[in-house]
């Protein structure tokens, strides 16, 4: 019998409910005067509400027969070499075997992969899927609609990129991760923070001078009314705002513990949080059955947030080598990214941030090497961050790291290794169950390499040449291999 395509999940098509009485009901509470929150909050339930009609799942798994993906050469995201003779059985959103060459699948779809490298989608487990493709005055002004339309945007080019995982450390991403896992949007799973938790002046504030000082009668800053930050000083304030990140969804909580580049008024050698605010996240968190990462460069910003119970660091490009070590002993996890101040770095153009980049970049150099030297647990994320421009390279800051690991230790990276960190959720996982792997009982996010990534891993920076085949939970969103 000869084989037959699976469908393909490039369909689109609107149902117009416009004039129902579900939507006309919407249109008189927002002609009413609905915040700008509450206006979003109202866009966010008609996405997931079916009465009104408004929109129809056109990226759910239609029902169907297994896929069966055959002759290929396999990275199964832990191994260094590539495995032979077996093909992968995907069936439903999960992989269901992986069945030698020579054994007949009665059922299946079959999809030849001409001897190409099958490996698993890839994970950036620091990415801020609302603002990574859009400018920050742009991101602080326009209609906070606006800004989610644009994220919707970018969300489709990140998994056509084979980024089928991220976590997103910080953003009100609640909304797009129910539209992409309700079926209804391209994207890739996404694993949300929510709000930002910063301290008044901290790296998460993202207020102007004019705008000091806060009183009891002062509204909430831009940034806070879209939910991309929470600004909370003391223990009390801090766990009213990890706790509303939680009740809104988030699977793991993100706090700025030290400065960074992109802010104007928080130094980069600022400590950020008291160990009595911190140990405060880290408890609330911990309640529920989750952990706290921390953006920080510097080691006392570093020492002060593991010894607080901080899981991951995010950054930590300034560190000594004796905090890298302290890293390793505390089983932390170090989420690093390639800052290189080349042409791939966020947008920053004072003199000042030119100079901090610098500097970062010269330690982003150093860290790589001490993080494997003393076996710290490294995961990698790309921090792309107000930079429309600079989305397109998320594969290609990936294949930078082999400048200082070799590439199969890259690709596990982007793989298995931070499918563990994305593990530690616990409880709030959203997507129990294993990623990041090829193997019978994992989700089913598969890509096809024209070539094998781990002579060329260049091959991942150019995914419209290289990448054949994409799914993710079973569903095809490209294949452009021969036959198919």
Known sequence: MPSRPPRHNIAHGLRCACHGPDALGLFRRIDQGMTRRSVLCGIAASL??????????????????PVLLR????????????????????????????????????????????????????????????LAGIPQLVALTADIPYVHLVAAQEAERTVMRGFTTIRDVGGPAFALKRAIDEGRLPGPRIYPSGAMISQTSGHGDFRQRSDLPRTAGTTLSTAEQAGISAIADGEAEVLRRVREQLMLGASQIKIMAGGGVSSDFDPLDSIQYSEAEMRAAVAAAADWGTYVCAHVYTPAGIRRALACGVKSIEHGQLADEDTVRRMADQGAWWSIQPFLADED?????????????????????????????????MA??????????????????LAKLARWIDAAEVLRMATSLSAELLALSGPRNPYPGRLGVIEAGAHADLLVLDGDPLRNIDLIGDPDRNMMLIMKAGMIHKNTLAGA
């Open 48 to 65: 997931a509400a079916p009465a009104l009609g408004l929109a129809a799942p056109t990226f759910a798994q239609p029902a169907g027969r």
């Open 71 to 130: 002759n290929a050469r396999i990275f199964d995201g832990r191994g260094g070499r590539l495995i032979e003779g077996r093909g992968v059985l995907v069936e439903g959103a999960m992989i269901k075997a992986m069945p030698p060459a020579s054994e007949p699948v009665a059922g299946a779809d079959v999809i030849d992969c001409g001897g190409r490298t099958l490996m698993p989608g890839l994970i950036d487990a620091h990415w801020h899927a609302i």
């Open 345 to 377: 770095a966020n947008p920053h153009g004072s003199p000042a941030a030119q100079a901090q980049r610098k500097m970062i970049a010269e330690g982003t150099v150093r860290c790589f090497e001490w993080g494997q030297k003393h076996k710290v647990r």
């Open 380 to 397: 990698w994320g790309t921090d792309i961050l107000f930079n429309p421009a600079g989305t397109a390279g998320q594969g290609r800051q």
